[in-house]
């Protein structure tokens, strides 16, 4: 018998307005005739222990109820194990969080449309990249940025996220002032082989930010990485070198069309894995998560996880 979806609500999500919303967005599911067995996170961090116990007890289907952050906790405790064990897990995603970017790259901005793409229950296998660090492992299926990303990402969750996607854009002009550079050294390759990155060549010019995004979009409606193919099994690496703070402000608009890759200071890359040398601890922004990280490698996992979109 199959068993009921497992839905985890993260309540803080979307400045606290998630917990309201989220009755009776599952009195809506159950309504349209779905089985939805609902657990509401108490911290931070209860997501993915959550979705480690129902895996555990058996099962494969899974609703986010949040934002992107409770999808990544989600993702983080049914990986590795659904992957190594062949197992085949779904989830589908009810956007109630702040940035909701996950959904874009389907063409679901709303509530509603997600609602739908629950309810229709057809299912797109998207790739899901597993990251290697010094303390052990995560994963994501957004995007994970170096430098300037995550400085904005900090800044907007310490002063600016009760203004929902526009408080990263308020975050970005206040970083401008305080421009920094990263000098990250990693290799990249189009196989996942030790031998293919032991013969790619060293990256570590200064940059203004470097992005290695599985999908389009990040912090809401910002396309980071227009050519992205959530399942291509390949991460799209766009690297932004030196740019002056003028460059930037003007620049950084474009984000929300995806043109800003044509400004002559952006690079584009493909790859299947990425492996990081000597960076130390970095600020990192993994699918709008604030973390501290020494990186060791990137792999992506190909159509991993099943998206009900």
Same mark, same amino acid.
């Given at each position: 018998? @199959?068993?009921?979806?497992? &839905?985890?609500?993260?309540?803080?999500?979307?400045?606290?307005?998630?917990?309201?919303?989220?009755?009776?967005?599952?009195?809506?599911?159950? /309504?349209?005739?779905? $089985?939805?067995?609902?657990?509401?996170?108490?911290?931070?961090?209860?997501?993915?222990?959550?979705?480690?116990?129902?895996?555990?007890?058996?099962?494969? =289907?899974?609703?986010?109820?949040?934002?992107?952050?409770?999808?990544?906790?989600?993702?983080?405790?049914?990986?590795?194990? +659904?992957?190594?064990?062949?197992?085949?897990?779904?989830?589908?995603?009810?956007?109630?969080?702040?940035?909701?970017?996950?959904?874009?790259? #389907?063409?679901?901005?709303?509530?509603?449309?997600? #609602?739908? *793409?629950?309810?229709?229950?057809?299912?797109?296998?998207?790739?899901?990249?597993?990251?290697?660090?010094?303390?052990?492992?995560?994963?994501?299926?957004?995007?994970?940025?170096?430098? #300037?990303?995550?400085?904005?990402?900090?800044?907007?969750?310490?002063?600016?996220?009760?203004?929902?996607?526009?408080?990263?854009? *308020? *975050?970005? !002009?206040?970083?401008?002032?305080?421009? =920094?550079?990263?000098? &990250?050294?990693?290799?990249?390759?189009?196989?996942? /082989?030790? $031998?293919?990155?032991? /013969?790619?060549?060293?990256?570590?010019? $200064?940059?203004?930010?470097?992005?290695?995004?599985?999908?389009?979009?990040?912090?809401?409606?910002?396309?980071? +990485?227009?050519?992205?193919?959530?399942?291509?099994?390949?991460?799209?690496? !766009?690297?932004?070198?030196?740019?002056?703070?003028?460059?930037?402000?003007?620049?950084?608009?474009?984000?929300?069309?995806? @043109? #800003?890759?044509?400004?002559? /200071?952006?690079?584009? &890359?493909? *790859?299947?894995?990425?492996?990081?040398?000597?960076?130390?601890?970095?600020? !990192?922004?993994?699918?709008?998560?604030?973390?501290?990280? $020494?990186?060791?490698?990137?792999?992506?996992?190909?159509?991993?996880?099943?998206?009900?979109?």
């Amino acid at each position: 018998m @199959t068993k009921p979806f497992f &839905a985890i609500v993260n309540g803080a999500a979307g400045g606290g307005r998630c917990r309201a919303r989220a009755d009776q967005a599952t009195r809506r599911l159950r /309504a349209g005739g779905l $089985e939805v067995d609902v657990h509401l996170t108490e911290g931070r961090g209860h997501a993915t222990e959550l979705a480690e116990d129902a895996y555990d007890a058996g099962h494969r =289907r899974f609703i986010s109820i949040g934002g992107d952050g409770t999808s990544y906790e989600i993702v983080n405790g049914l990986f590795p194990r +659904a992957h190594a064990e062949g197992e085949r897990v779904q989830m589908g995603m009810l956007p109630l969080g702040t940035g909701n970017s996950f959904l874009r790259d #389907f063409g679901i901005t709303n509530e509603d449309a997600a #609602f739908d *793409a629950i309810m229709r229950g057809r299912t797109k296998p998207v790739d899901v990249v597993r990251v290697t660090h010094s303390e052990g492992t995560l994963h994501y299926i957004n995007t994970l940025g170096l430098g #300037f990303v995550p400085r904005a990402g900090a800044l907007t969750n310490k002063h600016f996220k009760g203004l929902g996607p526009a408080g990263y854009v *308020a *975050a970005v !002009v206040a970083c401008t002032a305080d421009l =920094r550079y990263l000098r &990250a050294r990693y290799r990249y390759a189009l196989g996942a /082989a030790e $031998e293919e990155l032991d /013969a790619a060549a060293l990256e570590e010019r $200064e940059n203004t930010f470097v992005s290695f995004s599985n999908s389009k979009y990040t912090g809401g409606a910002m396309m980071m +990485a227009p050519a992205a193919d959530l399942s291509d099994g390949l991460l799209d690496i !766009v690297r932004v070198n030196r740019l002056s703070r003028l460059d930037l402000i003007t620049t950084f608009p474009k984000i929300f069309t995806g @043109t #800003f890759v044509e400004h002559p /200071a952006v690079e584009q &890359a493909l *790859a299947a894995a990425v492996r990081f040398e000597g960076t130390g601890k970095l600020d !990192v922004l993994v699918d709008g998560e604030q973390l501290e990280l $020494e990186l060791s490698t990137l792999h992506v996992l190909p159509q991993a996880l099943e998206v009900l979109a």
